[in-house]
């Protein structure tokens, strides 16, 4: 078999760059299949093609096609074939002749239904495909990003472990089990989830991967899916039957529904940057070059540091990125999508994802990795960069910032951060605390990311300490805090959430750190086994005052807006930093019933060092919400004010209505 053309010389490369702006392009919503009365007609994009055929199969795979249409050539780099039958039940592929060579058999791009490893796409009845209640089905309501509390889990990591108590372990319908519960008789699954009070999961890739083989489902392998092979069909390995198209769609719609239900939002996590395959992807074997970015000796760019980029300033990159979300917001009712790296997208296409979205739904959540992991052709200016998030309206981007003041660089295991005893870091923790946004009293040249306020909301600031990626907290907390106690270490884990959730922007927390979840030190764990990456459920009982910390950190945000301001302006009005002199602590105030709150004050207070530190606080009727690692969002006592001592290692957050 002959794929597609590969490494093109440099001079090649430049006229191929050139040429690519002349291309015909099709931005309409009809590609590849479409079926009704009429029959059944296939169209396909790839103006350079000498000629393309479409197989028509009886199976998913290892057999011969049982027919072969030509097609013909039309507008737009079009060509389009038919017959009068529905084929319902029936797969097919592609093949493309260019340079006078017949390319290896791809599903095309938009291949929304597919079998086994998705190498041939299925024609099926997507009305079918929908379950009981799905015409009424629709997510969470949010008045603002701010409002949401997101939880980035993967399928097998929440529920492979023999305590999750789960039966379809590592599947899609592990989120549709009811009362699921441990061997220590908890809430693990669904259940769990609603009772830590998050508003919206962040699903790892669910899209079609390459790198799990689905015809050996018994020993299938671990991986984090960011090697995209469809786009825009569900994994199979996480459905129970990957050899029958419709049971991994419908299987995904059921987990979306049983989340919505719960009153829980579905964010996906999407990999358009790059894809699994180079010359052999399904983009190359489409219109080979075309989606992907080139250096100039004519080998693939490579921001992505996964062997490729794609090229989204071209209009048809564009356009598929665009109505591929469009289709998981429309198809799969999704509530949001998270962009990995998203700075090797431009800025104009990030902006038409947003303004597509909010039309179909406007509470659609969209952030991304305002960063790439290497260098890239398309100008820094046109980037879809954390410092360019301004310019984009309706996406939001990871705080760094944050991130790295509180527990020390993500790429240093040893070093250590606010939260851990490191003095230097307070101005860069209070730079996240205002959301990356204009502050007064916030001097952005003593940050140690980012050196100007780049927000021009909360909204477009997602505030984390740790993610899939790296070490998890726990993991962190452990190699940076050497000889420390376990619940000196719960601890610092207590402080650093608390500052994530009381800070404004959108908190986000990575699934199983409520209940102090390890991955024994593996801090790349895309391809670990379950006995690195499943959660132990056993932590909820053993580590049960963490979770309960974790829920009630999370109940004070979801009730006082003062937490989730909406503008730069009320964050400037309404924060006023204290001053002081002790290095690792930070004291200041949310007034004047912030963003209408019942709270007229709210004094928080975070001593990140080893020792206690007394502070005064104003005279006044003061209800303690958090003290000496404790919290309750309705009050755990009462103070008069005063001098008051903020124990090590903690936050002291008190409130007062007049």
């Not at 962009?339 to 947003?354: P, Y």
């Not at 398309?378 to 301004?390: C, D, F, H, T």
């Not at 109940?555 to 503008?567: D, I, Q, S, V």
């Not at 930070?586 to 709150?597: E, H, L, R, V, W």
């Amino acid at each position: 078999m002959i794929m597609a053309a590969s490494v093109m010389s440099s001079a090649a490369s430049v006229t191929m760059e050139n040429s690519y702006a002349k291309w015909p392009t099709y931005n309409g919503e009809d590609l590849e299949l479409n079926i009704d009365d009429a029959g059944t007609r296939f169209t396909l994009w790839s103006p350079e093609a000498q000629g393309v055929k479409v197989f028509i199969y009886n199976s998913d795979r290892n057999t011969a096609p049982v027919d072969t249409l030509t097609m013909t050539k039309g507008d737009n780099g079009c060509w389009t074939a038919s017959v009068p039958q529905k084929l319902y039940g029936k797969f097919y592929t592609f093949a493309v002749t260019v340079n006078g060579k017949q390319l290896d058999e791809t599903p095309g791009i938009w291949a929304k239904a597919v079998g086994t490893n998705g190498h041939r796409a299925a024609i099926i009845d997507f009305a079918q495909t929908n379950p009981n209640g799905w015409e009424n089905d629709r997510g969470p309501q949010l008045k603002s990003y701010n409002d949401a509390v997101i939880y980035e889990m993967h399928h097998r990591d929440f529920s492979m472990h023999p305590s999750s108590g789960i039966v379809h372990k590592g599947k899609f319908l592990a989120l549709t089990e009811p009362q699921t519960k441990s061997g220590d008789g908890l809430a693990t699954g669904i259940d769990h989830l609603k009772e830590l009070g998050v508003t919206h999961v962040h699903i790892l890739p669910s899209y079609d991967f390459n790198s799990v083989d689905e015809s050996q489902l018994p020993s299938n392998t671990y991986n984090w899916g960011y090697d995209p092979y469809n786009y825009n069909a569900p994994e199979g390995s996480y459905s129970t039957d990957p050899a029958n198209p419709a049971a991994r769609i419908l299987e995904m719609k059921q987990m979306i529904k049983a989340l919505h239900d719960a009153g829980i939002g579905v964010i996906m996590d999407v990999v358009y940057n790059h894809t699994a395959n180079n010359d052999d992807s399904n983009f190359s074997l489409t219109a080979p070059g075309y989606f992907y970015r080139h250096r100039p000796d004519g080998s693939y760019s490579d921001a992505s540091g996964c062997g490729n980029e794609t090229a989204s300033e071209r209009e048809q990159m564009r356009n598929f990125i665009v109505n591929s979300v469009k289709y998981w917001a429309k198809e799969y009712h999704m509530d949001g999508f998270r962009f990995d790296l998203m700075a090797i997208h431009d800025i104009e296409t990030m902006n038409k994802v947003a303004e597509e979205l909010h039309k179909i739904n406007p509470d659609i959540i969209i952030y991304g990795e305002g960063w790439t992991a290497g260098n890239s052709p398309l100008p820094a200016e046109q980037r879809a960069l954390k410092e360019n998030v301004s310019k984009m309206n309706g996406v939001a981007v990871f705080s760094d910032d944050i991130r790295d003041a509180i527990k020390g660089h993500y790429s240093n295991a040893a070093d250590r951060g606010f939260a851990t005893g490191k003095p230097g870091n307070e101005e860069t923790v209070k730079i996240g605390i205002v959301a990356s946004t204009a502050h007064p009293q916030v001097n952005y040249e003593k940050g140690n990311n980012s050196k100007f306020a780049y927000a021009a909301s909360p909204e477009q600031i997602i505030n984390y300490v740790s993610c899939h990626d790296d070490l998890t907290l726990t993991d962190k907390l452990a190699a940076s805090m050497p000889g420390s106690s376990e619940e000196q270490r719960m601890r610092a884990a207590r402080l650093a959430q608390t500052i994530v959730f009381t800070s404004q922007g959108t908190p986000f927390i990575f699934a199983g750190e409520e209940v102090f979840r390890n991955k024994k030190g593996v801090h790349n764990s895309y391809k670990s086994p379950d006995s690195i990456n499943a959660i132990d459920w056993e932590f909820k009982k053993k580590n049960n005052d963490q979770f309960k910390y974790y829920t009630e950190l999370i109940r004070l945000r979801r009730n006082h807006p003062a937490f989730r301001m909406r503008t730069a302006e009320d964050i400037a009005k309404n924060i006023v930093f204290d001053n002081v002199k002790e290095p690792n602590v930070i004291s200041y105030s949310i007034k004047n019933n912030a963003n209408g709150d019942d709270w007229k004050e709210i004094k928080l207070i975070f001593n990140g060092s080893e020792a206690p530190v007394t502070t005064k606080i104003p005279k006044g009727e003061w209800t303690v919400i958090a003290r000496d690692g404790q919290i309750n969002a309705d009050g755990l006592a009462t103070s008069k004010g005063g001098t008051v001592t903020v124990e090590p290692t903690s936050a002291l957050i008190l409130a007062r209505t007049k």
